[in-house]
Nanobody, 115 residues
Framework: QVQLVESGGGLVQAGGSLRLSCVAS????????VGWYHQAPGKQRERVAY???????TYAYSVKGRFTISRDNAKSTVYLQMNSLKPEDTAVYFC?????????WGQGTQVTVSS
């Protein structure tokens, strides 16, 4: 089993920044992919950033150039640096990690961007 705990959400004005953290614990040795997702009220959950064990990263078009995903293997932590935040970034942000068919989710952290 893998446990994921997100933190770093909050209320920020448009144009501001936040850094989200996702700390993994438990049987983490097999993890080869981590993604950040967001879900706004009434909308489907969608992936905004992804990083794999080789360091390859991908971003949703809506956040490209503003968000950066990174990892610190020694701390079993993946970060999402969010800059130039917009009101439409308001959502609950979830961390997802796994390997093959093993898939784990955190509880989410709320990000609210005021205009």
């Amino acid at each position: 089993q893998v446990q994921l705990v997100e933190s770093g959400g909050g209320l920020v004005q448009a144009g501001g920044s936040l850094r989200l953290s996702c700390v993994a614990s438990g049987s983490t040795a097999g993890i080869n992919r981590v993604g950040w997702y967001h879900q706004a009220p009434g909308k489907q959950r969608e992936r905004v950033a992804y990083i794999n064990s080789g360091g390859t990263t991908t971003y949703a078009y809506s956040v490209k150039g503003r968000f950066t995903i990174s990892r610190d293997n020694a701390k079993s932590t993946v970060y999402l640096q969010m800059n130039s935040l917009k009101p439409e970034d308001t959502a609950v942000y979830f961390c997802n990690a796994g390997w093959f068919a093993n898939d784990y989710w955190g509880q989410g952290t709320q990000v609210t961007v005021s205009s």
